[in-house]
């Protein structure tokens, strides 16, 4: 819509809209085919249905003469291109399979791929996603509901748009590595330190408020660079802990999720995370290439017909955060205050 009003040439010359990897496996294939997952994220699909939505394509002036097949992201999208396999000197047939977005190839390379399997990513964002057996969504809370990349499959994701990324902020402003950040964080739970609201770019789940704002709220001249590692750290697990209650809020509950993403490597975050959802996060081993994993999982699957359970394990767990029981009565405390704060500040956000 934002082409038609400011580029209506552009516009008028659409042909074909594809995804960035679908526009790769086009070069690769010569096919125009996306996956469910992926084209869950251009609201012209109709999860629950699992096909394009004839009234949003016509709301935007297309077709769908305009969009790709769709396949499930475990299926055949293709087969590569004769001239490419002479080029590359590759002998026989080579299946293209559909593919998957992101955070849905990195549920499948760490075996999240049942109902009541989920993962925590502590990215530049922040993702909290569940495997679900039905099209579960919660719009009002901004609750990404998708098709998962394997057939018959979703899932749902909650998303906060500044978690490492709020902690590289901190390393930039105080000129300390967030390393060393990470190392001293645990000494600012004591001292009464700030309360940190970690919308440095607006917020999506629950607030979906792009007018939201960064916020240190309660401090004082004795607060230091410990006190400010360790709020960051903790406003980016109460986020999470929002993102959870919205899930909660369309009949989602975890027993436990896997830890993924660079925040994962900390593992007082696992701790301060745990407790703020209440359920334990295990580390698995390979994590940190579970989306490149999990593309190539979804290959094997295109290519040999296996059964999803035997290709798609959960790799051996590293290491397991739990709740701490001696933090729940501070946590509860600061965690109402947190989401206090924004209700009182929401109208100034606007302003």
Known sequence: MWLSKYEPAVYRSVHKVLLPKDYVAWKLTGEFVSDMSDASGTLWLDVARRDWSDRMLSATGLSRDNMPRLVEGSEPGGQLRDELRREWGVSGSVVVCGGAGDNAASAVGIGVVNPGDAFLSLGTSGVLFASTARYAPNPGEAVHAFCHCLPEQWHQMSVILSAAASLEW????????????????????????????????????????????????????????EHLAYSVM???????ADGYAALRGAGTELQGASFVGGGSRSAFWGSLCATALGFPLHLHEGSNIGAALGAARLARLAHGKEDVSAVCSMPPVLDTFEPQSDWQASNQERYGRYRRLYTSLKAEFQA
Do not use: C, W
């Open 234 to 240: 903790e406003g980016v697990a109460f986020a999470m």
């Open 170 to 225: 901190l390393s930039a402003l105080l000129k300390t590595d967030v390393s060393e950040l990470v190392g001293i964080a645990p000494q600012g739970r004591d001292g009464n330190p700030p309360i940190f609201l970690p919308y440095l770019n607006g917020e999506r789940t629950p607030h979906n408020d792009a007018s939201a704002k960064g916020v240190f709220f309660g401090m004082t001249g004795s607060h230091r660079a």
